[in-house]
């Protein structure tokens, strides 16, 4: 890795800073800016120190519309905003999906705006960690605060996840490396455990690696679950590993102070899917009859677990939210976005802060291609080529303020560092603006109608 010299070259220091990358939502940064411009971030791993100071590649700078021959044309903002509202307003199946990586205060709107027009509200959990909601609907959720397991962890576990790569802070500020209030020693008073298929970057410097078989991770931790409970395994080898060394990782994991087991998308995403999820639970729950032990699921955006925690308080669902009957429904595998556009019902589109187009099946991007789509966002990806109104938003965190959660449920305050581009609106004062201009024609259409 080349060396960078550090920054030096700048007229002020914005201090405690959040970061708008992965669900560690650190909130220690310093963003280092000049001329109304982040070009250094202290504290921050690179992934989201690159995001800050790299904002302004690709960024969409002004509204657009599509022209009859195919073209994204610059308009004004009422113009761009009008068109959206008409498109939205005569929807008979719109679709709002994203949410992820905006703010708690622009979902607000974002659900009047649905149950105004029937919509489906939903949000990238539906592709990653859906299975690890329905598991916690299914069994509880042991969870605890990130602060909890820094003072209180002498075991870490990782499961199906490699935060080396994906959360780089995670061991740093959370989990392994920091020194607890009962942890004074940091490190070397932690074990850190890594069970994955893959020998990962985490598992490298793990203490212990289990590397059990692929879509071996239901039958390992139903023999955890039996040598916790005492029981004897007839196999001799459990999803490759051997009994006894699931015995002597059980009886570890018993004696332990306090436990924590983090786990990703290797885990919800294979052959079991949320099944997984409910054995690791239950596998927790038999753990505490013997120690104190406590799960998390590495979240991705930084804003992918308030979406689902505002929407379960608003609504009692977390994502796939269904508002066409005029009251929320909810059905895995009906109400989820992929599911509507593979079927073809969706006939309007509104993605906010997602890029759908870059990781929906062909299937759903075909139908995508054939309907409206309105874009809200502040980057040019393959969404922006199917889009049809294009509303330029601002940068959480950094441009506007605003209310995230971390991955263990924390409210998150995010301040704001820098101005926005001057063409360029807040998310919560676009949505609000499409509430009130769809609220508008439907008043005028009910008017007309009871003439």
């Given amino acids: 890795m080349a060396y960078e010299p550090p920054v030096t070259d700048y007229d002020e220091i914005v201090e405690n800073g959040t970061c708008a990358f992965c669900g560690c939502n650190c909130d220690d940064l310093d963003f280092l800016v000049k001329d109304g411009h982040v070009v250094g971030v202290r504290h921050a791993c690179r992934l989201g120190a690159s995001k800050v100071m790299e904002d302004m590649d690709q960024r969409l700078m002004v509204p657009m519309i599509r022209d009859e021959n195919g073209e994204l044309q610059e308009v004004d903002w009422d113009t761009a905003l009008d068109k959206a509202a008409e498109l939205i307003a005569g929807a008979v199946r719109p679709i709002f999906y994203g949410w992820s990586e905006t703010s708690i205060e622009t979902m607000k709107h974002g659900i009047r705006l649905g149950e105004l027009v029937g919509a489906v509200l939903d949000n990238q959990a539906t592709i990653c960690h859906g299975p690890s909601l329905q598991a916690v609907q299914n069994v509880g959720y042991p969870i605890a605060t990130l602060g909890e397991v820094k003072n209180r962890a002498d075991m870490i576990i990782y499961s199906g996840s490699n935060p080396m790569n994906s959360h780089p802070r995670h061991l740093a500020r959370y989990s392994t ?70 015995m002597e990782l059980a009886e570890a994991m018993k004696n332990v102070q306090f436990g924590a087991l983090f786990f990703g998308l290797g885990l919800t995403h294979t052959l079991s899917k949320q099944r997984n999820i409910d054995m690791a639970i239950e596998m927790l729950a038999d753990l505490n009859e013997h120690a104190k032990w406590v799960l998390t699921p590495m979240r991705g955006h930084f804003n992918v677990n308030g979406f689902n925690i505002f929407m379960a308080y608003e609504c009692g669902f977390p994502y796939g939210v269904d508002y066409c009957r005029g009251y929320q429904r909810y059905m895995n595998g009906e109400t989820n976005t992929i599911d509507l556009l593979t079927r073809k ?12 187009g870059a990781h929906y099946p062909g299937g759903a991007v075909k139908h995508l291609a054939e309907i409206p789509v309105i874009q809200v966002d502040i980057h040019w990806g393959p969404s922006t080529e199917i889009a049809d109104v294009v509303l330029p938003g601002s940068f959480i965190g950094v441009e506007c303020a605003g209310t995230s959660y971390r991955m263990d449920g924390v409210p998150i305050y995010m301040k704001k560092a820098v101005d926005k581009p001057e063409t360029c609106r807040d998310d919560e004062w676009i949505i609000r603006e499409l509430y009130e201009r769809v609220q508008k024609i439907k008043a005028e259409e009910a008017a007309a109608a009871s003439k």
Avoid: H
């Fill in 177 to 246: 490396f920091p020194r607890g209030w009962f942890r004074k020693r940091g490190r070397f008073d932690r074990t850190l455990v890594t069970m994955d298929p893959k020998y990962s970057d985490t598992a490298k410097m793990s203490d212990i690696w289990v590397g059990f078989e692929q879509n071996g991770d239901y039958g390992f931790y139903n023999a955890i679950r039996a040598a916790v409970k005492g029981k004897e395994i007839d196999q001799d080898y459990v999803s490759g590993i051997p009994k006894e060394d699931i």
């Fill in 345 to 356: 019902e969706c006939d309007v589109f509104m993605v906010i802060a997602a890029d759908p």
